[in-house]
Structure formats: C-alpha cells, structure tokens
C-alpha cells in the first residue's frame, strides 16, 4: 500500500489538497508515490536478571548470574517479548559452559500479536569467539513477538542470552531487482550466471567493514540458511546481511552467493571474484560459498534453484580448473570439489535433502561446462628448455602443464592409447625439421590426468637436430594415434632455440718454471673438473660457444686464497681453442703483478721525449698488462723492490712477455739485483704472449730489486712490448706444487686452430 506524507498542520494539509484537486482538474495523470526502500534495522534483548526470573523454568535454576538444571536434563522459556517495531527475523547467541557430553539446545518462536505463535523452530548453534552463534534465523513478516526456549542435556551452565531481531521489510520486490541482473564480471567459455548485484538488492554498504582478501577458489561449498525460503527473498537476504555484518561481527555476509527457489543468485560478500568470504570457518581460503535460501533438511531444493548452484559452478569450475565431478586435496581432507558444509563442520548443512541432490548437481554442471570447453587443450605453465642447444644432443627439460580440456589424459589406458608430451621443429623457413624415430621423443604422463589437474614431468628428453642454424621447437601434447592438440587448435609452447656445433678447449697447464704441471686440476666454473696427467694437458669437449671461465685448482687439500675465475675465453661453434696456463706461486711477493691497480708500486724511468710506460688492456690476464714503448735510440725501464718471503723454495722470477712491434735491434733486458750482484737476462722477443723465467740467486729474506729494460735500436722503428704477470716466489721442483697455493688465471689471450 502506497503511504502519502503531507506537512504537518490544517493548513499544510489543505494546500496539499488544493494542489491535488487542481492536478486532477487540469488533466494531469497521478502516479502513486512508492515507499522509499530501506535498509535493514535491528533490534537486541540481552536478557537480564529480571528477565531470567521471568521465564518458565523445567528443572532448572536462574542463581549467580547462571542458568542450569537441577537435574540431568531441563528446559527454560523466556517470557514473551515485544520489539518496538514489525520485524522480519530474528536471531540468537548465547554463552555456555559445558561439561563433557553436555548440551544445549536454543528454539525460537515468532508472533504477530503476542498470542497466535508460529511453531518453534531449532538454532543451530556455532562457537564463535567464546560465544554461541545462531547458524540461522527465524523468519515471519511483520512480526512484533517473540520468545526462546533453551534445552539442557547434562552439566550445561549458561551466562547469557541475546536474541535478536531484524526488520527487512523495507527491502526492493523481487521485480525491482531482477531488472538489475548482470553477467558475472570474468573471462570464461562458460556463459556468465546472471546476477544481482549488491546494490540492486538493497545492500546497505555502511554496514561492510570486511577488507577483500583474495585466493583462488579451488571449492565449491553449498549451504541452506534454514530461513523461509519464502516469497520475499530479498528481504531474507538484507536480514541475513544485517546478521552476518552486525549481530555476529563478521563485517559483511558470510556466503560469496546467495540463491532463491526462483534461482535468482544475489552476490554476497563484497570483492568480486575469488574473494575469501566467511562461510566454512577453516575452510574459507580457496573456496566459494553459496547460501541457497531457505531450509532444505528434509525437502528437496527447486530445479531452478540446483539449476542456477550448477551455472555457478561450472562457471568456477572453467575458470578457475575446478572439475565438478572430481574430488581433491584441500586444507586437510580429500572432499569432492562441488561440497556440502557438512563434509567440513559438525553441522547438517545443506540438509538432507539438498545433500542428496549434490550427485546430480555435480553431473548438471559437469555437463554446462562440457558444452563450452574443447575436448582437446592444454596450458604450458612453466618450463626449463634451453635457447641454446648442441647440434644432436638431448636435454632433459622439465615442465609443469594444465589439463584445460574436458578429456581425461589417460597415461596408460587398456584398451585405448596414451596421451604423451612431444614436439616438432622448424627451421628459419617454417619448414619442419623430420627427426628419426630414435630422437623424435614422446614422454609419458606420471598418471592420468582429468580436467583442471596440474601435472608435473620433471624430464622430456628431447634431441636437437643435427644440422646447426636457428630454429623454432614446438612443445604439444598428443593423443597418440587420434590427434596433436594443436590440430585441434590448442596452442603450442613455442620456444626460439639456436642449435650450434660443439667446440672444443685444450691445452697445458705449466708451473711458473715452465715444467708441465701434472696433477694440478681444470675445471668449468659450474661445470666439469679433470686432472691433468703427467704432460699437463687437457682437454674439454662438446662445449657450448661462447663465453667460458675456467679455475685452476692446485691438488690435494689446498685451496686458493681467493675464488676469483678465470674469465673470457670465447669458444667458437665447431672449432678448438687451445689456452695454455701458467701456474703463479701463491707466495709471490710482487705487487701488482697483473698491472690491475694501474702503476702502483711500480717505479718509472721514461727517456724523454716520446718514449713512455703505461698500463695496456692488452693483457695476458686480468683486466691489464704494461705497455713500455721506447723511440729509435731510447730507452724505458720499469722497477720494483721486493723481499722474498721466509720459507721460499727455489726462488724464482716468472712473467708473460709479447712484443708485436719490435726489430732486430730492440732489446729487452731483466736485471735481477741481489745481495750477491746483479744478473741481466736479455728476452726473446716474440708478437704473441709468451712465458719466460729464470732462477733469482737469493735466500729467503733477501731483498731482490726487479729492472725491466726496453732499448730501441738506432734508426729503427719505435720498439713496444707487454708484460703481465710478474711474479717472483716459490720455484716448481721438489713438489712445491704440494706446499704451496696457486691463485687462479684471468685469461685474455688464447689460441685457435
């Protein structure tokens, strides 16, 4: 019934009657002023003392602030009591002690007019925060009355009681909220549930205090509220709103989705897909709770209400890989994933009667989602294969998949055939590359996989053509004998791999008096380790080209003073490189050997005015060398004092020298100055790097001056050559190489054949 709302006062009330009597004199049409809809309003009796004494006690005493029974079992009613306004539903929570095996029970009744009383109906209780919760309401329009009775069962002590009432009658008509359906918002084959929103049922959002937090939904649990289920289901579901958000705390409604007998679905709790609501406590991450309204305990829900649990379902189920007919892991249990709020909680939900209907509700959605998803697809999650590959060789690559089609992988089916991850290549052209049948791999399944399973192959072999060049592998699932997926039109996992000749590292490993070292041990950083024999060498193949860095490990327990690799030695697809070590002695007692702090430590002695020492990126090792430049008739010399370190065997000066601009007459002296005189070496001189050494004439403690000299011919060319590593310590007989340790090499220069 419309309700009209005029002034207060005579004369407010007959100018408002003149204006309608003119309105209607002039021709213009009323239309009837509709009630502005409301939000839910609540209304709590939190019984007190006074209140207790008032009820009707079964063999049970109000004493101390405690209700119990005074003997094994009892029973208490509330006197009646009337709300200040028409409600719609009402509610209860209470707090109790129980011994073991005690119980107690709460039923609510609901009247109009304080004398025609509806039947009682049972709360079913849930603990929550040290207090009883109603797990549903009682329902009656425009009631005004109600009253609650509590059953006890043993040693049962209850502290309080606290009913409470909902007014919904200011909720929009059903018709008013269908008009406002939409699609459920996703990307999904699976045609969209039409759904109300929250504000096209009235949702009052003051009351939403709940921050969304998200997880995938990976179950699908259906509930009854146990309300009326009747005609007025928007009212049902803003009383059931005011509960949840108010009454119980939880800051929003408990259930994702609501469903009436119509099968309308209302969305519930606030954060659109995949957020956590609050409906199976433990239960809630990953899961998606639809409350369909009404009480199913023992009657069947309606065919349009399963019919709109299964759109829903099958919609999750696509989108999220949630097969309706299978069971899985979740929390702690292994339950089937369209569930009922019972296979989680000690409690009857869904009720009988919707329980029993969960088979058909499984294979209803089952058979929505089979209607839109492929028989044949497959989704390639995450996967270890090179970019980079020998030509013929294989690899073991490790891959996680998706079952995304509605056929069962099957990995050993009897009769039938199997289902096997394979693959094709195809050259720069787009023509694929034909493999035999020994290295065109199939790879087996661990186990059959349904729709929605994740599945794990920790190794595909799989064999590079034997051709090099840039190619394009293709990874797809076949069922063998029937189809590829992507016949089907399923995607590949494609992957640009260059597949390149292997190459091949060689070379000497010599100690600083260059003696072969055998024993002394090579390795690939992150690869590979061999021990050199007797004659030094090595040798590394089917290596992958490139970039490579090598260690130098002396034998036995020794271990280098710092890890430092040795770096950039390029390697070319199918050609050997050949790198020929020297060994430094771990008590060398030069500083800066490598020229890797530019000069320093060094003294310079440069004849002016062209001639010049500086530090070169033209190094044998490390990131540089010495470079001493002299014009025709000059010369420049390089300097430094060392003291040569107590325990020293077989002293020892060793350095690496090239010359690629020098003549005849350039000459290269090394002058070694110790207590017992001064020797002079002249070098060979040579434009690739070579090593050179010779025995120092000192005792351990000596101090030992080094002079390099560089003197250019007259008449000549200007005279340039490169030193780099120069060291002077422990010689290489008498096993030093068993007493000492040897830093690794930084290798810059190298061969190739």
């Known amino acids: ?98 011994a073991p095996g005690a119980e107690v029970t709460l039923e609510m009744r609901l009247s109009r007019d304080g004398h025609q009383w509806e039947p009682w109906q049972p709360i079913e209780g849930e603990l929550q925060d040290h207090r009883w919760f109603g797990d549903n ?232 989602l089979s209607a839109y998803v492929p028989a044949y697809a497959a989704a390639f999650l995450t996967h270890d294969t090179p970019q980079v590959m020998l030509t013929g060789s294989t690899v073991a690559v490790r891959h996680t998949l998706r079952n995304t089609g509605v056929n069962t992988w099957l990995a050993n089916p009897t009769p039938g055939t199997p289902y096997h991850l394979g693959y094709h290549w195809y050259d720069s052209t787009g023509a694929q590359y034909l493999q035999p049948p020994a290295e065109d791999h199939r790879t087996s399944l661990p186990g059959d996989s349904p729709f929605g399973a994740t599945v794990v192959i920790p190794a595909a072999a799989l064999t590079a053509p034997h051709d090099p060049g840039a190619y394009i592998l293709k990874w797809d699932m076949v069922h063998e004998g029937i189809t590829w997926f992507a016949d089907r039109g399923n995607p590949t996992l494609d992957i640009g791999i260059t597949v390149t000749y292997p190459a091949t590292l060689t070379g000497t490993i010599l100690d600083n008096r260059g003696a072969k070292a055998g024993g002394a041990q090579i390795a690939l950083a992150e690869g590979p380790r061999v021990t050199v024999g007797a004659n030094g060498s090595y040798t590394f193949g089917n290596l992958f080209p490139g970039a490579v860095m090598l260690q130098i490990f002396e034998p036995g327990s020794l271990h280098f003073p710092n890890g430092d690799p040795l770096y950039d030695l390029a390697l070319h697809s199918g050609e050997i490189s050949e790198a020929v070590l020297v060994l430094l002695p771990f008590d060398n007692v030069v500083r800066n050997w490598g020229f890797e702090s530019e000069l320093a430590h060094w003294v310079v002695t440069a004849s002016p005015p062209a001639s010049l020492v500086r530090v070169s990126t033209f190094a044998h090792t490390g990131r540089g060398s010495v470079e001493l430049s002299a014009q025709p008739g000059q010369q420049v010399e390089l300097q430094q004092s060392v003291r040569l370190s107590p325990g020293t065997i077989l002293p020892t000066l060793s350095l690496m020298v090239a010359a690629p601009e020098a003549d005849t007459g350039d000459v290269l002296s090394v002058l070694i100055e110790t207590p017992g005189g001064v020797a002079n070496h002249t070098l060979p001189l040579n434009a690739d790097w070579r090593h050179w050494w010779t025995e120092v004439a000192a005792t351990p403690g000596d101090l030992v001056t080094l002079t390099v000299r560089l003197q250019s011919g007259a008449g000549a060319l200007p005279a340039t050559v490169f030193l780099d590593e120069v060291t002077v310590g422990g010689g290489g007989a008498n096993g030093w190489r068993y007493q000492w340790g040897y830093i690794p090499l930084v290798l810059r220069g190298w061969g190739q054949e």
């Open 1 to 98: 019934m419309a309700r009209y709302f005029f002034t207060s006062g005579y004369g407010a009330a007959r100018s408002a009657l003149m204006v309608l009597i003119l309105l209607v004199l002039c021709g213009v049409p009323l239309e009837p002023v509709r009630a502005i809809p409301r939000g839910p309003r609540g209304y709590t009796w939190a019984l007190s003392p006074e209140d207790f004494a008032a009820g009707d006690f079964g063999q049970t005493i109000f004493a101390a602030g405690q209700l119990r029974p005074v003997a094994e079992s009892g029973s208490y009613i509330t006197p009646v009591h009337r709300v200040p306004f028409p409600f719609t539903a009402a509610g209860g929570h209470w707090q109790a002690d129980l």
């Open 137 to 368: 309401l009682v329902m009656l329009n425009a009631a005004q009355w109600l009253q609650a009775r509590l059953t006890f069962r043993g040693g049962a002590v209850v502290r309080s009681l606290t009913l409470t009432a909902i007014d919904a009658s200011g909720a929009p008509a059903l018709e008013q909220v269908r008009a406002q359906t939409a699609p459920l918002a996703g990307v999904a084959a699976v045609p969209a549930p039409q759904i109300i929103p929250r504000a096209g049922w009235g949702a009052d959002e003051s009351l939403m205090t709940w921050p969304p937090e998200y997880s995938p939904a990976r179950k699908i649990v259906v509930h009854h509220t146990v309300t009326s289920g009747g005609d007025n289901p928007v009212a049902e579901v803003q009383a059931i709103y005011y509960y949840h958000a108010i009454t119980r705390g939880w800051g929003d409604i408990g259930y994702n989705y609501l469903v009436d007998k119509y099968g309308n679905i209302y969305e519930g709790r606030a954060g659109g897909l995949d957020v956590i609501a609050g409906h199976t406590y433990g239960y809630n991450v990953g899961s998606v709770g639809i409350g369909n309204l009404g009480d199913y305990s023992t009657v069947a829900p309606t065919a349009p209400m399963l019919e709109s649990n299964a759109a829903l379902a099958a919609w999750y189920g696509e989108r999220n890989f949630i097969h309706p007919r299978e069971s899985s892991f979740f929390v702690d249990l292994v339950t089937p994933n369209i569930t009922g709020h019972r296979d989680y909680a000690a409690t009857t939900c869904p009720g009988g009667g919707f329980y029993a209907q969960l088979p058909a509700l499984r294979t209803r959605a089952w058979e929505i």
